[in-house]
């Protein structure tokens, strides 16, 4: 059975391209929120496989998308190296910040194949309820990112502790940045030894990363990552989301050996198609806000990528998460314009 999206991540250009939604399983649907209802925390939420895999196909059955992403979340990693995570609600996430990296428990990253043996689970259990011709995606925060949450216990504007570490405190930076990359790995070889298709490393707040140290807080530990997946066996095609870099993005697809590299919507889709490196497929760039328009705008803005990407492979995706308020009716909308093409 062909695979439309592992077919389009390793190069092939589709008339019709695949489809998924980044936060696609989440809060603008009714039966994911009666599901979520049923577990008031959070964590254990993401580590009950059989409700994980029940809220990760919903979207599927709903929608017919072309890859579904376990449910899971990027805070689980620092969950696992005991940083006391939990959601407050109308709060976000809090953590017990690190004030030093000694904070950290030399032994912190083998936690995560024991304690995250759940979205294993979860992986493997989904992959038997998925049909072949549906990838399923794996995931992890990139180093950068989780690392914001570290060191600012929570949710953040302009990360300004981590920014501070990054410029005062080169030793302990490149230390920690290296703890939670050797985490990240095991994270990723354990979801793909689980059943995962496609990794994917959302780097969402690698916009706050001075273009003068992206090299180091963005580029090389990617880098590191994927190196290490494949000098382990790891075979599965990596996808990479450093979102809001801009032009760093040459860079990005330069200096990581991603497969797939992930738009937010700030990209401008006609210059990331000509300037980006064949080789490498694109993925995203609708604003996710015009889905809750809907209507001719948003018809013009998914003709408009579509166009611009024509010649190359593509992932159809938005820029970033899809937004609790989206109309059901304006996605089905986007599927019957995208699936209608000719293929
Ligand atoms: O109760 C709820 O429903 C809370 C909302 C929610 C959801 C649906 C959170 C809390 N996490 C998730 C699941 C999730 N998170 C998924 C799987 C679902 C899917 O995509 O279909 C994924 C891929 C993530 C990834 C994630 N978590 C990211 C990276 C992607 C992005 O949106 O930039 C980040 C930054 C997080 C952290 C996070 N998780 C949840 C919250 C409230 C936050 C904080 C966000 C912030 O700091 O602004």
């Known amino acids: 059975m ?71 979340d990027i805070l689980l990693v620092p969950w696992a190296m005991n940083r006391n995570v939990r959601f407050i609600p109308g709060q976000g996430p809090v953590l017990n910040p690190l004030n030093s990296v000694d904070d950290l428990n030399e032994n912190d990253t083998d936690q995560i194949k024991n304690r995250l043996a759940p979205v294993a689970e979860a992986l493997t259990l989904c992959r038997s309820r998925l049909s072949n011709d549906k990838a399923l995606i794996g995931f992890s925060g990139a180093p950068w990112t989780i690392i914001t949450y570290m060191l600012e216990g929570q949710s953040s504007r302009d990360f300004p502790t981590a920014r501070k570490w990054m410029w005062d405190n080169d030793r302990q930076f490149d230390m ?18 689980a059943g995962a298709d496609v990794l994917m490393l959302f780097d969402s707040w690698a916009s706050a990363v001075p ?94 990528i579509l166009e611009a990407v024509a010649d190359r492979s593509h992932i159809f995706n938005l820029g970033h998460g899809i937004t609790p308020e989206t109309p059901e009716p304006h996605v089905h909308d986007l599927m019957a314009q995208i699936q209608g093409r000719a293929s």
């Open 2 to 72: 062909t695979n439309i999206f592992l077919d389009t991540l390793s190069g092939t250009r589709k008339q019709t391209p695949p489809v998924w939604l980044m936060r696609q399983a989440g809060r603008y649907l009714p039966e994911y929120r009666q599901v979520r209802a049923s577990e008031p925390d959070f964590i254990s939420f993401c580590l009950n496989p059989e409700k994980a895999v029940e809220v990760t196909l919903q979207p599927i059955d709903k929608f017919n998308f072309d890859a579904a992403i376990i449910f899971s």
């Open 176 to 193: 920690l940045l290296d703890i939670v990359t050797t985490a990240t790995i095991e994270f990723l070889i354990l979801q793909a030894q």
């Open 211 to 304: 273009a003068h140290f992206r090299q180091r807080v963005v580029f090389k530990p990617v880098q590191r990552i994927i190196e290490t997946l494949r000098g382990r066996g790891i075979v599965q095609p990596v996808i990479g989301f450093p979102k809001g870099i801009g032009e760093g993005l040459l860079a990005y697809c330069d200096q990581t050996p991603v497969d797939g590299v992930g738009l937010d919507h700030g990209v401008d889709i006609a210059w990331a198609a000509k300037n980006l490196p064949d080789h490498i497929t694109l993925q995203g760039n609708l604003d996710p806000l015009s889905l809750i328009a809907g209507g001719p705008l948003m018809h013009r803005a998914i003709d408009h």
